[in-house]
């Protein structure tokens, strides 16, 4: 592990089990450097992580703070997933939890226009940022449209430009559902949350020219790190929330 994230991760977890209260000063760097053995670069570079979580703020001659127990959340607009993470959150990364053929539920096997007893692929995926998952997916794909998927496509934040034009899929458009809801068991174990924490819970069905179902995603994100906005021209919602 990193330097600056083993003195990230350190200053996190006291802040947020309440070692450091909200307006407390941290140690100077200088007694950073001393005290884990690293120098001030690594030091700085620990405390920037923690400025951009929304965990602290920083004074020029006065000192670092505890600013929130609360990380800042990332916005993710207009059903645009690639372009908000490049835009708010370039350092998360995506890890794979499982690919794998199944026998999907009626609901989506019905989605993706599938024969009965007939598969598909499955692709379970997590979200991480600084250490933490914030969202995981799980990704649905007709057998038709899985020849070019591997696990380095997969993990891919782009995954959707590079996997449809691999398989010469043209997107007409797609459908959005959002919903706030309690975590699952499964959700609180892969997101290490609380069971029943709030979470968003998101159906994406993406459709090509001919009207076919071509991938059906669902993701879960974490409430108290991503939050999902919609605005038009017209000053309409075009993305519908749903308790």
């Known amino acids: 592990m990193p330097e600056y994230n083993r003195l990230y991760n350190s200053l996190r977890e006291q802040i947020l089990n309440g070692c450091y209260a909200a307006g407390q000063k941290l140690p100077p760097e ?18 920037r992580l923690l400025q951009e979580q929304g965990l602290v703020e920083r004074f ?10 609360s990380p800042k959340k990332v916005t993710i607009s207009n059903c645009d997933f690639t372009g908000s993470i490049r835009k708010n959150a370039p350092e998360l990364t995506r890890k794979l939890i499982c690919f794998e ?10 989605q993706l226009n599938l024969n009965e007893n007939e ?5 379970k995926r997590s979200d991480i940022m600084n250490n933490e998952p914030v969202a995981y ?15 380095k496509m997969l ?10 034009r691999a398989e010469k899929i043209v997107i007409s458009y797609g459908t959005q559902n959002i919903e706030a809801a309690g975590a ?9 949350i609380k069971p029943d924490s709030h979470i968003l819970f998101v159906i994406d069905t993406v459709f090509n020219t001919n009207g076919q179902t071509v991938a059906v995603f669902e993701s879960i994100y974490r409430g108290d790190r991503i939050k999902l906005i919609s605005t ?5 919602a075009n993305v519908k929330i749903t308790d």
């Open 101 to 110: 053929k199944v026998l999907p539920s009626k609901q989506i096997a019905e």
């Open 30 to 47: 200088r007694d950073l450097c001393t005290d884990f053995g690293v120098s001030r670069i690594t030091a700085r570079h620990a405390i």
């Open 184 to 192: 699952s068991n499964e959700d609180s174990e892969i997101l290490n």
């Open 119 to 123: 598969e598909c692929m499955l692709a």
């Open 155 to 164: 993990i891919k934040i782009d995954f959707l430009e590079m996997w449809t």
């Open 232 to 236: 038009n021209n017209k000053g309409k």
């Open 60 to 69: 020029q001659g006065r000192g670092t703070y505890v600013r929130s127990t």
């Open 137 to 151: 997916d799980r990704a649905f794909i007709p057998l038709k449209y899985s020849s070019s998927l591997d696990e």
